[in-house]
């Protein structure tokens, strides 16, 4: 399994790190294209809305298996993490995890085990 992840602020980027991802490709501008399976991480912005970034890739890069989201409960509780709801949807996939801003160490551990059941 291969790992992808968006970081405006660099919660999500944190989040990947602590997980024990050493190898997960940034995306910069949504143009980059990996082969075979991977889970996305991502951030929610605008009001709810994937990253165009992220939209861009997952729609060029078919490969993708499940997502972790980060979002904010504090300041957009309306619409929290929807970026990981609209990604399950839209390419029917599980959400590992739903993380307010950077998570905490029982979130970390959450993740991991559900990585290791991933095929
Ligand atoms: C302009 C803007 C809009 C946001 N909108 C949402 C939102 O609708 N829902 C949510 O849960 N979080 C929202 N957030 C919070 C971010 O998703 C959250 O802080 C996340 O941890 C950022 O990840 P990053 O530090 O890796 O960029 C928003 C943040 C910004 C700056």
Do not use: C, W
Not at 17 to 43: C, H, M, N, P, S
Not at 101 to 108: F, L, P, S
């Amino acid at each position: 399994m291969k790992f992808v992840y968006a970081s405006r602020m660099g919660h999500v980027e944190g989040i990947v790190k602590r997980v024990g991802i050493e190898d997960a490709l940034k995306i910069q501008d949504g143009t980059e294209k990996i082969d075979g399976d991977y889970v996305i991480f991502t951030y929610t912005d605008g009001k709810g809305i994937i990253p165009k970034i992220v939209e861009d890739f997952l729609d060029a890069n078919p490969g993708v298996k499940a997502v972790v989201g980060s979002g904010s409960m504090e300041r957009h509780a309306d619409t929290f993490n929807f970026a990981a709801e609209k990604i399950a949807e839209k390419y029917d996939v599980p959400i590992l995890a739903k993380l307010d801003m950077d998570g905490t160490e029982y979130d970390i551990k959450e993740i991991k085990t559900k990585l290791s059941s991933l095929k």
